[in-house]
């Protein structure tokens, strides 16, 4: 399998502070792989460094092909991403939305209109065309914007807790278009809270004290630690952590 994340040593202080403590770990083309830890563990500040937009104090990481420490640039124009917060213009229409993410990653107005056309027919969002993104339900705001963050087809996509706040039937839509990313071959690299997803990956990797502690399916990791859930085996991790914040 082709490796399309590989992170060796990685580290980040902040002052005497050990935020990400020497992880290692690799990702694979078309995986979805679930990336969890309590608050303070380090997640957020692993998941910025593979994203490009914090530089490692030490180690190493490849994404997408690219070099996190030398060439973020690249990683960033390489990878989707999508946070809780939805990475949408509320005063814009769906459409805008669409065709302006389109804009910042360099596709042609023509692939625009043709992919603008096709995801609001795939996600029945032909009557909400001229909608503002600020007038639709929090379910519909949150597909519209994961279609954005792979709008331009990315190798890689990062979602920070993209299915915080929502019903557990919409969780369950919301993951349709996940696992329907993956058989295009996007990886997706996703964190959550809700262990019932976590169900959902291929692997799972859980950090404690900004070190990653537990990696691998979700199924070895149950019967690793004799449970019969992934809430059972994260609270078994996450009472060994000594710290609370990031």
């Known amino acids: 399998m082709k490796e399309v994340i590989k992170v060796e040593n990685l580290t980040k202080k902040f002052g005497n502070f050990t935020a990400v403590d020497n992880i290692s ?42 070099d996190i420490f030398r060439e973020s640039e690249s990683v960033k124009k390489n990878i989707g991403y999508m946070s809780q917060k939805f990475s949408l213009y509320e005063d814009l229409k769906v459409w805008e939305n669409l065709r302006l993410f389109g804009g910042i990653y360099g596709m042609k107005l023509p692939e625009i209109n043709a992919k603008t056309n096709r995801i609001l027919s795939e996600l029945g969002f032909e009557s909400e065309r001229n909608t503002l993104v600020k007038s639709l339900p929090l379910g519909w705001k949150q597909k519209l914007s994961f279609s954005v963050s792979i709008f331009h087809e990315p190798k890689i996509v990062f979602l920070d807790e993209p299915t ?23 990886t997706v690299f996703v964190t959550t809270h809700y262990m019932d997803e976590a169900e959902y990956c291929d692997r799972l990797s859980i950090m404690v004290d900004g070190k990653i502690i537990a990696l691998d399916t979700p199924a070895n990791l149950k019967q690793q630690f004799i449970v019969a859930t992934m809430d059972e085996v994260f609270h078994k991790l996450a009472r060994k952590a000594k710290r609370i914040d990031n």
Not at 51 to 64: D, E, I, M, Q, R
Request: glycine residues 18%; charged residues 20%.
């Open 25 to 66: 770990f690799s990702v694979f083309e078309g995986e979805i792989f679930g990336f969890l830890g309590a608050n303070g563990a380090g997640k957020t500040t692993a998941m910025r460094m593979l994203c490009g937009l914090s530089h490692p104090t030490f180690g190493k990481g490849n994404v997408a092909g690219f």
């Open 164 to 186: 915080g706040g929502v019903d557990p039937v919409v969780r369950r839509q919301f993951w349709e278009l996940i696992y329907d990313a993956a058989d295009r071959g996007i």
